[in-house]
């Protein structure tokens, strides 16, 4: 069964750094997402991707965050100066044409020191 | 953001019987309902979804009911087996461009016990 993949499942960076976070959605979808849940907190919305451009983004998604889908089947989160409430579980999503239904990755654990 | 609420944080049910997940909203926007199992260390799994022109739909197991007047949905689970044992989300979407845009709640932990 076709799945979302993300690497790395766990990324310890210092604080201040850059971090990318990988995802390969699945093949024939269009539609890509980042989703983050802070410990304890519910699964927030961060960035939803279409046709090689941001279509929506919430309050968290500032300017220290940026997305990119570098060759057609990457889909890339990157935190320019991560900072240590950017420690989370960020879930990679992709959706088919037409479709709310978002299929999730496995994650990656961000842990900033 | 309380947009969906999921008022129960856990729920203990016995092998066999039903559960029953709530889940209420307050955006009017909302159009698109989706219900997400979720493992530790794991991604949410997509389960069933509902929309706003139907009040009922069924998947084997699972059964999702949505009433629009009270803004509540529910998502029933039966017979339910030890292997449920895990975390639900409620989700909902307002569709439009903010399709697959999804606001959650906070999760309701389901214990079945055999």
Redesign the interface.
Known sequence: EPE?T?TPSHQVTQMGQEVILRCVPISNHL?F?W?RQILG?????LV?FYNNEI??KSEIFDDQFSVERPDGSNFTLKIRSTKLEDSAMY?C?S?GQ??????????TRLTVV | ?QQVKQNSPSLSVQEGRISILNCDYTNSMFD?F?W?KKYP??????LI?ISSIKDKNEDGRFTVFLNKSAKHLSLHIVPSQPGDSAVY?C?A?A?G???????????TILTVHP
């Open positions: 979302v993300q539609y997402y989703y907190q519910k699964v927030e919305f939803s279509s929506e879930f999503a959706g037409g479709s709310s239904e978002a299929f999730f990755g496995q994650g | 953001d698109y989706l997400y260390a794991e991604g949410p799994t997509f979804s989300f989700a979407s569709g461009t903010s399709y697959g845009k999804l606001t959650f709640g906070q999760g």
